[in-house]
């Protein structure tokens, strides 16, 4: 069992950048896939960037170029790049670890972008 939790979020101007943070409580070894997902209004939950045991790394093709997912496994922790924001990216952002069936999910943390 771990627990996520996310930091960062926050209000930024279209063009802008942030850096999303997920500090895990333990080790992320192990687990199947982890990665960053975000949930706009009244919209489904949808991946933006994962990496997999199985499949390798895969980044959606919305943040493709402006996005980019890095882990430190000495930290026990995910982060998010996200550069030139735009009105679309506006969501609550979720960190996200699979080990079996079993999903693990921060809190979220809320981005808007907004001029």
């Known amino acids: 069992q771990v627990q996520l939790m996310e930091s960062g979020g926050g209000l930024v101007q279209p063009g802008g950048s942030l850096r999303l943070s997920c500090a895990a409580s333990g080790s992320l070894s192990g687990f199947d896939v982890m990665g960053w997902y975000r949930q706009a209004p009244g919209k489904q939950r949808e991946v933006v960037a994962t990496v997999s045991s199985s499949n390798g790394s895969y980044t959606a093709d919305s943040v493709k170029g402006r996005f980019t997912f890095l882990m430190d496994n000495a930290k026990n922790a995910l982060y998010l790049f996200m550069t030139d924001l735009n009105l679309k990216d506006t969501a609550v952002y979720y960190c996200?670890?699979?080990?079996?069936?079993?999903?693990?999910w921060g809190q979220g943390t809320q981005v808007t972008v907004s001029s």
């Open positions: 996200g670890v699979r080990s079996g069936p079993q999903w693990y």
